[in-house]
């Protein structure tokens, strides 16, 4: 069975750092492009940023780039976030999710089951 | 970047009953080469992360009642859920990934009536 366990998530205040971590089981885990998805308190799904499989090439949504880091180290089969100089809009749920393939753009599946990362003073 | 927007925001309906989210694309989200559309559809409940229903715009998930059917191509996109159980109160979210940064439906929150 895939699994999905997400770390990490704490409070932070705002211009902080955080590493968020995902543990992955049940798949080669470096044969699959991964992502990390975000939901802000009672708002919709965003996606944040994306890495491939064996190559590791990473891809970053508009409003993280330069500020937040994905990476992968797949002889432990962990997804990393580094997310830096943190903004009161980064407060959310973040999510880690399988895509189907070595690269990026499929569907999401699984989801693990989310760390919330809370950004205040 | 390619904006999908989702109708209603939410609706009710009664046990039974059929139930239709809609879900358009800024643009295509079919792919010249293979003519599949890059569209999944999620279902969300409180407190939980999302989970796959539907992807390739119609193509049901392993585990998926076949209540739920997905339908549309192009741009316009339709999720029905044939007869609304109580276990499929959630909020609906579609999302493309014909292209970078794929992107997701505002949600539609389900219901009973």
């Not at chain 1, 996606?47 to 090439?57: D, E, K, L, P, Q």
């Not at chain 1, 432990?76 to 407060?91: F, G, H, S, V």
């Not at chain 2, 039974?16 to 358009?24: D, L, M, V």
Request: charged share 15%; with cysteine; hydrophobic share 30%.
């Amino acid at each position: 069975e895939v699994q999905l366990l997400e770390s990490g998530g704490d409070l932070v205040q705002p211009g902080g750092s955080l590493r968020l971590s995902c543990a992955a089981s049940g798949f080669t885990f470096s044969s699959y492009a991964m992502s990390w998805v975000r939901q802000a308190p009672g708002k919709g799904l965003e996606w944040v940023a994306g890495i491939s499989g064996s190559r590791g090439t990473t891809y970053y949504a508009d409003s993280v780039k330069g500020r937040f880091t994905i990476s992968r180290d797949n002889s432990k089969n962990t997804l990393y976030l580094q997310m830096n100089n943190l903004r009161a809009e980064d407060t959310a749920v973040y999510y880690c999710a399988k895509d189907q393939g070595e690269w990026l753009l499929s569907w999401f599946h699984p989801w693990g089951q989310g760390t919330l990362v809370t950004v205040s003073s | 970047d390619i904006v999908m927007t989702q109708s209603p925001d939410s609706l009710a309906v009664s046990l039974g009953e059929r139930a239709t989210i809609n879900c358009k694309s800024s643009q295509s989200v079919s792919h010249s080469s293979n003519n599949r559309n890059y569209l999944g559809w999620y279902q969300q409940k409180p407190g939980q992360p999302p989970k796959l229903l539907i992807y390739w715009a119609s193509t049901r998930a392993s585990g998926v009642p076949d209540r739920f059917s997905g339908s549309g191509s192009g741009t316009d996109f339709t999720l029905t859920i044939s007869s609304l159980q109580a276990e499929d109160v959630a909020v609906y979210y579609c999302h493309q990934y014909l292209s970078t940064p794929p992107t997701f439906g505002g949600g539609t929150k389900v219901e009973i009536k």
